[in-house]
């Protein structure tokens, strides 16, 4: 039942790509714009994963996590894309309209994309967290486009998911409009572990849409670990390198 209803479907709306419209099998990206959509390679950095222009070296530490030891374990990105190029990226261009067009149905190819290019072994991790919102953006917005995204990935791991236990506890404003000292002050406080028996000795994923600067979710570590989680490591689905 459940194949000739998405059979019907597909007849009713052929499937297109997300990142540039042409149709496809399934509604997701098509293999043109997976070309386009890189991957994250050593040499990285440890703790942010970070990816160093230099191919021919090895992993290390970068300045800002030398400077700022970040609270999570470390960090990984399933892609990435250059955060200042103006040229019409396909992962870039869809994750602004999931986010600020709330086009919640990209969600479906978004994390396909997550599970699909995930560097982490998931089912070593207890829980899985995403980023929460404050209650005025996830009004606005309608969803937590965080949340939507690890769902399935919890889902086909057998790990709990728990969008409940930590929450942003004051608005913040947009960190897009923010440099990195801006963001770091901008989200200082903002979070808050409401249920500290549920984090307590565990191994904890983070999980977020894009990864920038690491501010916020270097905030959200910082208090789940205060809380008393074992570990912190985080996932995001895209890496926004600044130069």
Known sequence: MRRLRETLLNLLYPATC??????????EFCRHCRTQIATPTSPLCPACGVPFRTRDDADHFCARCLQHP????????C????AADTAEHPLKAVLQQYKYN??????????ALLAERT???IGAYDVMMPVPLHVQRLRWRGF????????PLASAAGVRLDPYSLQRVRPTRP???????????????????VR????????VLLVDDVYTTGATVDECSRVLRHAGARSVDVLALARAVLH
């Open 196 to 203: 500290p028996d549920a984090v307590a000795g565990r191994h």
């Open 102 to 111: 709330r086009d919640v149905w990209l969600a479906r190819p978004l994390s």
């Open 119 to 121: 560097p982490l072994a």
């Open 175 to 193: 960190q897009v409009e923010l440099d990195e000292k801006e963001r770091r002050h901008n989200v200082a406080g903002a979070f808050r572990v």
């Open 70 to 77: 970040p609270h999570f374990r470390c960090a990984r990105a």
């Open 144 to 151: 937590n486009q965080a949340q939507l995204l690890a769902r």
């Open 79 to 82: 892609t990435l894309y250059d």
């Open 18 to 27: 997300s990142g540039c419209g042409q149709p496809t099998e399934r509604p």
